[in-house]
Nanobody
Framework: VQLQASGGGLVQAGGSLRLSCVAS????????IGWFRQAPGKERQFVAA????????LYADSAKGRFTISRNNAGNTAYLQMHSLKPEDTAVYYC????????????????WGQGTQVTVSS
C-alpha cells in the first residue's frame, strides 16, 4: 500500500487542521493506520492510531481531547482532525500502515507516507 499525507499548513495557536492520508493499492481496510510526527532535532513521536475497522483508536497523551483519528475505508482515506493547536504541535506529520494492529510503536509500521508540515504560530 502507498500512502500520501496532506492537509498540513500554517495555523495560529488555537486553530484547527485536518490531515488526510490517502492510500493507493489494495487492501486499505486490512491495515491499521497510525499518525506520527517529528519536529526538527527531535525523535519521531506517536500521535494517534486506529484499527482496520475504525472502531478502536489510541492517542498520545498530548493528543487526547484535541485530536481525533478516523478513517473511511470505502474512500481509502484516514484522517487526523486537530483542534486547539499549540506551537509545540509544530512538526512534520506522517501517516503509516501496519498489519499488526493499531499501535504506538513505530517499528511495527511497514508503510509510510511522505509527511506533511504543520506549523503552529504563537
Amino acid at each position: 500500500v502507498q500512502l500520501q499525507a496532506s492537509g498540513g499548513g500554517l495555523v495560529q495557536a488555537g486553530g484547527s487542521l485536518r490531515l488526510s492520508c490517502v492510500a493507493s493499492g489494495r487492501g486499505f481496510n486490512i491495515y491499521a493506520i497510525g499518525w506520527f510526527r517529528q519536529a526538527p532535532g527531535k525523535e519521531r513521536q506517536f500521535v494517534a492510531a486506529i484499527n482496520d475497522r475504525g472502531d478502536s483508536s489510541l492517542y498520545a497523551d498530548s493528543a487526547k481531547g484535541r485530536f481525533t483519528i478516523s478513517r473511511n475505508n470505502a474512500g481509502n482515506t484516514a484522517y487526523l482532525q486537530m483542534h486547539s493547536l499549540k506551537p509545540e504541535d509544530t512538526a512534520v506529520y506522517y501517516c503509516a500502515a501496519t498489519l499488526q494492529g493499531h499501535s504506538d510503536y513505530d517499528v511495527l509500521y511497514d508503510y509510510w507516507g511522505q509527511g506533511t508540515q504543520v506549523t503552529v504560530s504563537s
